[in-house]
DNA sequence: CATTTAACATACAGGCTGTATGTATGCAAT
DNA sequence: ATTGCATACATACAGCCTGTATGTTAAATG
């Protein structure tokens, strides 16, 4: 007599991640990635470190699915803010839809924070499908256009202002009014365009 | 019979710290905070643990010292430049400053990535003596002098910018040229200033 | 010179990660 | 429907690491 029969295979395995993954999800923006320990992500999830590890090759691994899933959700607020006009008014929307994208709690924590320090620049690249980026530099190469300014110019400005951008993230998430640094990044792209 | 005599305690603890900061220096530069055991630490700098808990309360403790260090290395240099002209010209000079001592080796994984990662942003802040923090805040509290800008959106702006700063300073570390880097900066600067 | 104190060295306890092994259930083919 | 295999776990274990407690030696102090 068992306490519980799966319908079948997939969904079990589907609904074990999903609560792993939320589990993880809220410790890791509670107390770190360090401090958190899988014991603890297993007792909340309900599973057993058996099925953690069944699922996840290593505990970075969690990480990575809940990042994974973070980065996504973000990507996917840029797109449907930004598509469909041209590629400057793309970049205002988006870069308003970014910044309020990543107010969802915890959000600047585990993709400004945790996954950089964690997983490193490298492979945080490599997880987000860089839809910010791209809708960033689309839109200065756009703004530039006639200009003569050297394609390589743009990627150097465009790597500079997301990192801007991120920090107007955090900052608004820490509490500041998001208006302010909204308008802040656009000056501050405005004012990269003059010259 | 002992094989080592030490003239006074106060130079054989300056010896043995200074010893454990080079070595955790060295290994969390290459391998990162998480991954560097104390074991490791303990036996590149040729004392035991007891030595390390003995003048640190704990590992972060170490990281601290080791970013204490570098953080003040950076500053000095930073004031040598900056100092003895307007606020503006400090700036500029400022600006190249900063992003030359950060390319010292390991410079940007300390103080960018490992110190935020593991002591956080605002243990950080505290560290840091706010050097690079002053110098861009008072170049652009200066060239707004004139301007009726508040107050509050140049302190925006400067967090935006240093932000901006710190990836140069990183990009430069992966192999960037650093002229560019530097000059990008200054356009961006420069564009924050024309409204 | 005796005593205290600082600077270690050594030994130990607890916790955590990842692996190895065991078990039950779904699933596929006959 | 039964047999055989793969999947999805659960449990047990080994190794490492951190921080603390305890012991020892040399320096400082009166």
């Given at each position: 007599?068992?306490?519980?029969?799966?319908?079948?295979?997939?969904?079990?395995?589907?609904?074990?991640?999903?609560?792993?993954?939320?589990?993880?999800?809220?410790?890791?923006?509670?107390?770190?990635?360090?401090?958190?320990?899988?014991?603890?992500?297993?007792?909340?999830?309900?599973?057993?470190?058996?099925?953690?590890?069944?699922?996840?090759?290593?505990?970075?691994?969690?990480?990575?699915?809940?990042?994974?899933?973070?980065a996504q959700a973000v990507a996917e607020s840029i797109i449907s803010h930004a598509e469909g006009t041209s590629a400057i008014q793309s970049l205002k929307n988006g870069s308003r839809a970014y910044i309020e994208a990543m107010?969802?709690?915890?959000?600047?924590?585990?993709?400004?924070?945790?996954?950089?320090?964690?997983?490193?620049?490298?492979?945080?690249?490599?997880?987000d499908d860089g839809a910010a980026h791209r809708t960033l530099l689309d839109g200065l190469k756009a703004a530039?256009d006639?200009?003569?300014?050297?394609?390589?110019?743009?990627?150097?400005?465009a790597?500079?202002l997301s990192?801007?951008f991120?920090?107007?993230?955090?900052?608004?998430?820490?509490?500041?009014?998001?208006?302010?640094?909204v308008?802040?990044m656009e000056?501050?792209i405005?004012?990269?365009?003059?010259?």
């Open positions: 007599m068992q306490s519980k029969i799966y319908k079948s295979n997939k969904d079990r395995t589907q609904a074990t991640r999903a609560q792993l993954i939320a589990a993880a999800r809220e410790l890791f923006v509670e107390g770190g990635y360090a401090d958190t320990g899988t014991p603890a992500i297993v007792k909340k999830a309900k599973v057993t470190r058996g099925a953690l590890y069944h699922h996840f090759v290593d505990k970075a691994d969690l990480l990575t699915a809940v990042i994974a899933e973070e107010q969802v709690p915890g959000r600047t924590r585990l993709l400004l924070e945790i996954g950089p320090a964690v997983l490193g620049t490298n492979l945080m690249r490599k997880i530039f006639d200009d003569q300014a050297k394609s390589k110019d743009i990627e150097v400005l790597d500079l990192a801007a991120d920090r107007a993230a955090i900052a608004v998430s820490a509490g500041a009014d998001a208006e302010i640094y308008n802040a000056r501050l405005e004012g990269s365009l003059a010259r």
